[in-house]
Nanobody, 128 residues
Framework: QVQLVESGGGSVQSGGSLRLSCAAS????????LGWFRQTPGNEREWVAS???????SYADSVKGRFTISQDNAKNTLYLQMNSLKPEDTAMYYC??????????????????????WGQGTQVTVST
C-alpha cells in the first residue's frame, strides 16, 4: 500500500531552520497533489502548505515567506524547508498526498478536496 514517511523533525531554537522530508512509495508524487499539515495536542490539524495538480504552491498565512514546499520527483520525495522558526511552529508535522484526477480536455487535471494518504508525522519543537 501507499506509504509516506516523514523525517527531519527535531528541536531547534527560535530563528533556526529545519528541513522536513517525506519519502513516498507506491504513489508517484509527480502526478499527485501534495501537502503538509501540522497539529498540536488538543487542536485540529492545520494546513501548512500544498502543491496543486499544476505544481503551483500555496501557503498558510502563518508560514508564508518562511516555509517552502518543494519536491524531488526523481527521489519521489516531498520537502518542507522551514526558516525563521517560531515557538508557535511547534507541532507534529504530517505530509499528505492524493492522486490528481482528470476532469476534461478543457479543464485538465484537478486535486480532489481531501488527501487520502498520510504519513505518521515528525515532531518539530521550537524553543525560545
Amino acid at each position: 500500500q501507499v506509504q509516506l514517511v516523514e523525517s527531519g523533525g527535531g528541536s531547534v531554537q527560535s530563528g533556526g531552520s529545519l528541513r522536513l522530508s517525506c519519502a513516498a512509495s507506491r504513489i508517484t508524487i509527480s502526478v499527485s497533489c501534495l501537502g503538509w499539515f501540522r497539529q498540536t495536542p488538543g487542536n485540529e490539524r492545520e494546513w501548512v502548505a500544498s502543491t496543486d495538480s499544476d505544481g503551483r504552491t500555496s501557503y498558510a498565512d502563518s508560514v508564508k515567506g518562511r516555509f517552502t514546499i518543494s519536491q524531488d520527483n526523481a527521489k519521489n520525495t516531498l520537502y518542507l524547508q522551514m526558516n525563521s522558526l517560531k515557538p508557535e511552529d511547534t507541532a507534529m508535522y504530517y505530509c499528505a498526498a492524493v492522486e490528481r484526477r482528470w476532469a476534461s480536455s478543457r479543464l485538465g487535471y484537478y486535486c480532489p478536496p481531501d488527501f487520502n494518504y498520510w504519513g505518521q508525522g515528525t515532531q518539530v519543537t521550537v524553543s525560545t
